[in-house]
């Protein structure tokens, strides 16, 4: 794999400096509380949905995505058919009463409707799974550029907390705004054209529409599966059920997109920011999983690694297994010759059985990517060292360093860095907000103005470093994106129904929600870790559905039981 040469360099840091300069430009003196929290509440419609729109989409989104279409398919894309309906139901639910009551947090809602302690304990919760979350997604854009620039992974965990942490400390909430408008422009720009390149570089007697068709062959433009099989991850109803508890969580209940729109101008703006995100996301998900399929086409017509992991692959060569997995590339080799010859048949005749053998050679190569996988986890576990064998996560970035041209290799690398920043800048935004104002003001005597955006400011430090903290002892999942889904989904169903209990429950009090959701948590975490054992069959999607249902229950069951008990 090829490192990176001025140009690309010069191009990687202009960009990321040139964002990074105007951000802080641009939002000095920000210090009212107004300003700082909520960026003077004068941001329009197209930057909110700008901004929540760069908060979701992560480096994770533009690492991970990708990779997971190569494998996959276009299937995931149905993870996020919840959105839609979860913004019409925050806008005509949510919003309204958050812009009504100039709300800084979500959770100052909590402490109206029931009290203190709930109030706290939403807040803790949101604190610990975004605290988690915002370590993960500076380790993903970290990795990239260890295997891009062979620096170590430590150091770009520092760099690359320390540059987000600078202008989101100085300028706060508007800082975040601005500088995700123009992160949304690169992030666009970049994608689109690596799109078209990747079209480009396929053979020249293969169209666009003879791409799709090997791809659809292949088994990867399958989007919608209507099954009721759990073992299926991402289906239509997974998506529609499950993943619309898990998008009204996120950005009716978790401040770092709740923060987004508050700074909105007007109810108007607030809500129009978010029907543009929910109208752009999912065209915008299918098109970066368009793009893993392309890159899943382009490696039909050349060689790729057995695994796209170079350290992996560097270390299992160098152990006892290296015969092995050379035998493997070896048989790989003999089966991307045969796969030209079939897919030249399906493009000549196609036909069931000219269908058939394509989708035989992938079988194939698929076995043998299994058993190089195996391999390598062999070699880790006999030199007695950790290494990832997954390679989803590096698929897109082999890539870009190996095919795309001197300078766009930089401007790439500078879309999943500004991705990374773009989110990492909302959730310790978010982070130093919600300390500030329900744990620091809500529980010390009052403070003035300046005292609370100077400790806001130095919450949003504090959970930098943390930030920081976790991407350094941070290990790679089955794949990044589904891993800080699944931080959400522990915790989103339990706090989703802590709200849906304070807008549609008025019977239910503060000391039945408190405790329900005390047991939902455990309740929540004891079905993950089974589910991790196999013990039960519980995809991660459905715990933002069971958690918030469990919750709801628990409390509404609590209540009847208090207030019987008060009867007698």
Request: charged fraction near 15%.
């Amino acid at each position: 794999m090829q490192m990176l040469n001025w140009v690309d360099l010069l191009v990687l840091i202009l960009t990321l400096v040139s964002i990074v300069g105007y951000g802080t430009w641009q939002t000095r003196g920000s210090n009212s509380v107004k300003d700082y929290l909520r960026g003077g509440n004068t941001s329009k419609w197209w930057t909110i949905g700008l901004s929540v729109m760069a908060t979701q989409a992560s480096a994770i989104t533009f690492l991970s995505t990708p990779g997971q279409a190569f494998n996959d398919g276009l299937g995931f894309v149905q993870f996020y058919f919840g959105v839609p309906i979860a913004m019409i139901v925050i806008c005509m639910v949510f919003m309204p009463l958050f812009h009504r009551l100039k709300v800084y947090t979500a959770y100052e809602f909590l402490e109206e409707r029931f009290d203190l302690k709930t109030r706290t304990l939403t807040a803790v919760l949101f604190l610990i799974q975004r605290g988690l979350a915002a370590g993960i997604t500076i380790f993903a854009p970290a990795i990239i550029l260890s295997v891009a620039l062979g620096w170590h992974l430590l150091t770009l965990n520092i760099v690359i907390g320390i540059l987000v942490i600078i202008y989101t400390v100085s300028g706060g909430t508007r800082a975040v705004n601005v500088t995700q408008k123009h992160q949304m422009i690169v992030i666009f720009l970049g994608m689109l054209i690596a799109f078209c390149l990747i079209v480009s570089k396929l053979p020249q007697d293969i169209s666009f529409s003879k791409a799709i068709e090997i791809a659809g062959v292949s088994g990867k433009m399958d989007v919608l599966d209507f099954s009721f099989n759990l073992n299926n991850r991402y289906t239509f109803w997974s998506g529609i059920i499950g993943g619309t508890f898990l998008m009204l969580a996120y950005f009716g209940t978790d401040q770092s997109q709740v923060q987004r729109y508050l700074s909105g101008a007007s109810l108007r703006e607030m809500q129009l920011g978010l029907i543009f995100n929910g109208l752009l996301k999912i065209p915008m998900q299918f098109f970066i999983l368009m793009v893993g399929v392309m890159v899943f086409v382009f490696y039909q017509f050349n060689e790729a690694p057995i695994n796209f992991n170079p350290t992996a692959a560097n270390t299992v060569r160098h152990s006892k297994y290296a015969n092995a997995y050379k035998a493997l590339e070896t048989k790989q080799a003999l089966i991307f010759k045969e796969k030209q010859e079939k897919i030249a048949a399906f493009l000549e005749h196609e036909s069931p059985i000219t269908a058939e053998a394509v989708r035989a050679t992938n079988t194939v190569n698929n076995t043998l990517t299994k058993e190089a996988k195996a391999l390598i986890d062999k070699a880790g576990e006999s030199m007695d060292i950790k290494i990832e064998s997954n390679d989803k996560d590096y698929v897109f970035i082999h890539f870009i360093l190996n095919n795309l041209p001197r300078g766009l290799i930089g401007l790439l690398l500078a879309v999943i860095l500004s991705a990374a920043m773009s989110s990492t800048a909302s959730e310790l935004n978010a982070l130093g907000s919600t300390t500030t104002i329900d744990l620091y003001k809500r529980n010390t005597s009052a403070k003035t103005e300046k005292d609370m955006v100077k400790a806001s400011k130095w919450f949003t430090l504090l959970w930098g470093i943390i930030a920081i903290g976790v991407a350094c002892v941070a290990n790679l999942a089955e794949n990044l994106i589904q891993l800080v889904n699944i931080i959400g989904s522990i915790f989103y169903g339990n706090v989703l129904g802590i709200f849906l209990l304070a807008f549609f429950f008025k019977f239910v009090k503060a000391n039945a929600v408190f405790t329900a959701a005390l047991i939902t948590q455990v309740v929540v975490l004891i079905l993950y870790v089974l589910s991790i054992y196999k013990y039960i069959n519980l995809p991660f999607l459905w715990l933002n559905f069971v958690g918030c249902i469990i919750a709801i229950l628990l409390a509404c069951l609590l209540q009847l039981t208090l207030n019987g008990k008060k009867s007698n």
